[in-house]
């Protein structure tokens, strides 16, 4: 005890001593950035003298846009070697002939270690449409695990589905429903290394859920446990507006993707690894090039649960690291949003992707925590910017693919892309994030130049081709799927200000509560309604996500970009910014939120409740 | 030059040091404080290691969120009952040490009758910063920062022997409050060390 006392006041007399200069620091780093001394890592840039290692590369491997702490405790990660291991590719989830643990039920099956805490409802609403228990069943267990982010990092402890991170992707198909057991194995709160809570609630992120599969933020359970999870994969309208056609075709998703979504502690359990890919296929996007809408993908020959070809889902995530232990590094006193130094892609700092000359198609999707991205496709032989094709926003494929020469990607999109190697043979291209962000509450709004942004990751292009190139030049303008009509009356307009009050993220006026308890206002199951979002929170920019529905643009402050023209399930709200959109809530009944995806915002109870009631029924509250 | 092989890194040997212990270098300065009862505590020792606590900050005059954000506080206090003082711990930091004495913090307590387990703290005006900038109730704005009559009703919650910590606003209702200490009050027996 004596010795500890000694070491205390020792370093508190250095605390002291350093104080005034550390807030000094932490003020001029601002200052630092602006007049050009701080690189886009937080990185001294050059001519400052970082020590050889690191500064040698600095220009082009360069992590972070921001202060590389993004949030006053000035981390700044260890330096790591760019794109010296391959980009991963995740495994699929194979299916399971029988699940582990009882027979599964469709009530709770609460003595049988169950954490549900409502039955199934798909079954009893629906008897003719859906089998209990359905024949397709998985089971993942969320546990602890040490993986490489980096050659020149230690292990990492993560938490992952099945002990991976990114967790294994989830192939579905629309019309085959599915049961998951999700079992919590996480350890105990005592061993959660720094950060992370183990109880859990896991997110199908932009699926038609029934509220009792969808985690809801309170419907978490706790490590021993588990939780059966119902995914329909049924249309958006089977049961009401396209009943005859057992759902709307033109509704159908593509790339989705589940993390946990725990109240209070999405961001550090995303952080910690809760995260993967879940792609549904049909009879048009079927995941093989010479099907369908012919877009690139050449499938296992013998398995639907296998990795596809030339069709590559890229998480991408930032993150910061420990200087000192090397471990990953949790702000954990952070209410402004997390802002990595270090960008991994499918869990690597910047990997490297050996691609073949011909088209790929990549699913894009930016897992937070807080970071917004602007991804474009660089040649930095020539410092040039390729075209590209994006063939989705969300989880939806576009009326048609749009020639781009970027993506702009908050957290929790995803983006679909086709990018064509033909003419790059043997070139090395990159991914370059070129949006400027210094802090959590959103991009500064410039765009930094062409070659000066975060290298992200590499394609380093081959010479030969395994597989000749049968999916459709996005170039020809394919048609995909129609957007449905947004010229139903709504049943109720509401509109919802998001402010910010004393520090406390308020929509219309009123807090958050973090119990989940009352719904700020119910839907009549099966009406449309129509929703104004207005951004009155002064500096702050949100990416909104609404569970269960998609939306369309009816208006918004800003231009429209062709690529908005779509339905989404995520909306960028922008400085000062309102927007109307359109809804039709179908189907199911159930508690819903909706949140602002910036995880740290959310944690921060920027979340509401809303529920789906059977008709007749819900308000009209203009205001909720 | 993106294609030139990087030198390879140091060899580095990495600190050990717990999550734990990361956690209280960065963000629980063991500064010394007075308590409300003129009472001389600090920081860490006394106030954070191994407990269960909420934290906000405030100052005895403030005619802003204060008021609302203490009742609301208060009442999640009782609800909480006997556990605030045996294994929760509720802290209230002034953003105005000098004019909150102890005696003047004492007052606050008493005019609102504030129950046991509740402790107002002030102290030397730059150990009440280092302590606010650590555990981030700032803005980010540094004009409406520096402003303290718009501080944050935000309040943190947590339990520093499990590394458990996350934030609810100060105006949420008490029985949300008080359900967010009960998710961090996990059981402690198999609590891990901090050094090492």
């Known amino acids: 005890m004596h010795i500890s006392r000694f070491r205390e006041k020792k370093s508190l007399a250095i605390a002291r001593k350093n104080r005034l200069e550390i807030i000094k620091a932490q003020l001029n780093r601002r200052d630092m950035l602006k007049a050009g001394l701080l690189g886009g890592g937080g990185y001294l840039v050059l001519k400052n003298g970082l020590s050889q290692w690191a500064s040698g590369h600095e220009a082009w491997a360069r992590g972070g846009g921001g202060d590389g702490s993004g949030s006053g405790t000035g981390i700044v990660s260890p330096p790591t070697r760019p794109f010296v291991e391959a980009l991963p590719i995740m495994p699929v989830r194979q299916p399971v002939t029988t699940l582990s643990g009882p027979t599964p039920t469709i009530a709770p099956n609460t003595a049988g270690g169950e954490g549900r805490t409502r039955p199934h409802q798909a079954f009893g609403a629906y008897p003719t449409k859906f089998t209990f228990p359905p024949a397709l069943k998985f089971e993942t267990h969320q546990k602890e695990a040490f993986v490489s982010m980096s050659p020149d990092l230690p292990p990492q402890p993560i938490w992952g589905f099945d002990g991976q991170y990114p967790a294994p992707t989830h192939h579905a198909r629309y019309g085959q429903e599915l049961l998951i057991r999700n079992f919590n194995d996480l350890p105990p709160a005592s061993q959660n290394r720094g950060f992370g809570m183990p109880s859990v609630s896991t997110h199908l992120h932009?699926?038609?859920?029934?509220?009792?599969?969808?985690?809801?933020?309170?419907?978490?359970?706790?490590?021993?446990?588990?939780?059966?999870?119902?995914?329909?994969?049924?249309?958006?309208?089977?049961?009401?507006?396209?009943?005859?056609?057992?759902?709307?075709?033109?509704?159908a998703l593509s790339t989705l993707w589940y993390h946990d979504h725990r109240v209070d502690f999405t961001s550090?359990?995303?952080?910690?690894?809760?995260?993967?890919?879940?792609?549904?296929?049909?009879?048009?996007?079927?995941?093989?090039?010479?099907?369908?809408?012919?877009?690139?993908?050449?499938?296992n020959a013998s398995n639907f649960f296998a990795p596809i070809q030339y069709d590559v889902p890229l998480m991408f995530a930032d993150r910061?690291?420990?200087?000192?232990?090397?471990?990953?590094?949790?702000?954990?006193?952070?209410?402004?949003?997390?802002?990595?130094?270090?960008?991994?892609?499918?869990?690597?700092?910047?990997?490297?992707?050996?691609?073949?000359?011909?088209?790929?198609?990549?699913?894009?999707?930016?897992?937070g925590p807080s970071r917004f991205y602007q991804m474009f496709l660089t040649d930095q032989g020539s410092n040039t910017q390729l075209p590209?094709?994006?063939?989705?926003?969300?989880?939806?494929?576009?009326?048609?693919?749009?020639?781009?020469?970027?993506?702009?990607?908050?957290?929790?999109?995803?983006?679909?892309?086709?990018?064509?190697?033909?003419?790059?043979?043997?070139?090395?291209?990159?991914?370059?994030?070129?949006?400027?962000?210094?802090?959590?509450?959103?991009?500064?709004?410039?765009?930094?130049?062409?070659?000066a942004g975060n290298f992200v990751m590499q394609f380093r292009v081959g010479t030969t081709v395994t597989h000749p190139d049968a999916s459709v030049d996005p170039a020809t303008n394919p048609t995909y799927y129609t957007l449905p009509a947004t010229t139903a009356a709504p049943r109720v307009s509401r509109s919802f200000r998001f402010e910010r009050s004393s520090g406390q993220w308020m929509i219309n006026g009123q807090i958050m509560s973090s119990d989940c308890a009352q719904p700020r206002f119910s839907v009549q199951q099966n009406?449309?309604?129509?929703?104004?979002?207005?951004?009155?929170?002064?500096?702050?920019?949100?990416?909104?996500?609404?569970?269960?529905?998609?939306?369309?643009?009816?208006?918004q402050s800003l231009p429209l970009l062709a690529t908005d023209v779509s339905r989404k399930d995520v909306f960028r709200l922008q400085h000062n910014e309102t927007t109307q959109l359109f809804f039709r809530f179908r189907d199911f009944t159930g508690r819903y939120p909706f949140h602002c995806h910036n995880v740290v915002h959310e944690d921060h109870a920027m979340m509401l409740r809303w529920d789906i009631v059977p008709a007749p029924g819900g308000d009209t509250n203009s205001q909720p | 030059m993106a294609n030139d092989t990087p030198p390879p890194p140091p060899n580095k040997r990495w600190a050990k040091i717990s999550p734990r212990e990361t956690i209280r270098r960065r963000f629980f300065p063991d500064v010394r404080l007075t308590t409300h009862e003129g009472k001389k505590v600090r920081f860490y020792e006394d106030l954070i290691e191994n407990r269960c606590v909420m934290i906000n900050f405030m100052y005895a005059r403030c005619q802003g969120i204060c008021s609302p954000v203490t009742a609301n506080l208060r009442r999640a206090q009782q609800l909480l009952a006997d556990r605030v003082g045996r294994d929760m711990f509720m802290y209230s930091f002034t953003l105005k040490p000098e004019e909150d004495s102890p005696a003047a913090l004492k007052a606050y307590v008493e005019e609102r009758k504030l129950?046991?387990?509740?402790?107002?703290?002030?102290?030397?005006?730059?150990?009440?910063?280092?302590?606010?900038?650590?555990?981030?109730?700032?803005?980010?704005?540094p004009a409406r920062d520096a402003d303290r009559t718009n501080h944050t009703g935000m309040v943190r919650y947590g339990n520093e022997g499990l590394s458990l910590w996350a934030a609810f606003p100060g105006m949420q209702t008490p029985e949300a409050i008080a359900k967010s200490m009960l998710w961090v009050a996990w059981p402690q027996n198999a609590g891990h060390t901090r050094k090492g």
């Open chain 1, 388 to 451: 590209f094709f994006q063939i989705a926003t969300d989880g939806n494929l576009l009326p048609h693919p749009i020639r781009v020469d970027n993506v702009i990607i908050a957290v929790a999109q995803r983006m679909d892309v086709i990018i064509d190697f033909r003419n790059f043979a043997g070139k090395t291209l990159y991914l370059e994030n070129r949006m400027e962000q210094i802090d959590g509450r959103g991009p500064t709004g410039n765009t930094v130049p062409a070659g």
């Open chain 1, 206 to 251: 932009n699926a038609h859920t029934p509220s009792e599969s969808d985690g809801f933020p309170c419907d978490f359970f706790s490590p021993g446990q588990f939780y059966d999870q119902h995914y329909p994969n049924a249309l958006a309208g089977f049961g009401s507006t396209h009943a005859s056609t057992n759902g709307d075709v033109n509704e």
């Open chain 2, 115 to 141: 129950g046991p387990g509740w402790t107002f703290l002030t102290g030397r005006p730059d150990d009440l910063e280092l302590i606010r900038q650590r555990l981030g109730f700032t803005d980010p704005d």
């Open chain 1, 320 to 367: 910061v690291f420990d200087p000192n232990t090397g471990q990953l590094f949790f702000d954990l006193f952070n209410f402004d949003g997390i802002l990595g130094d270090k960008f991994l892609v499918n869990g690597k700092i910047q990997p490297f992707f050996e691609v073949e000359p011909r088209r790929y198609r990549f699913r894009l999707l930016n897992s």
């Open chain 1, 268 to 299: 550090q359990n995303v952080y910690k690894g809760l995260t993967g890919f879940y792609c549904i296929f049909n009879q048009f996007d079927t995941g093989n090039e010479t099907t369908g809408y012919r877009l690139p993908g050449v499938p």
């Open chain 1, 527 to 555: 009406s449309v309604e129509r929703w104004s979002l207005q951004n009155n929170s002064g500096g702050w920019m949100h990416p909104v996500h609404i569970h269960f529905e998609e939306h369309q643009i009816m208006s």
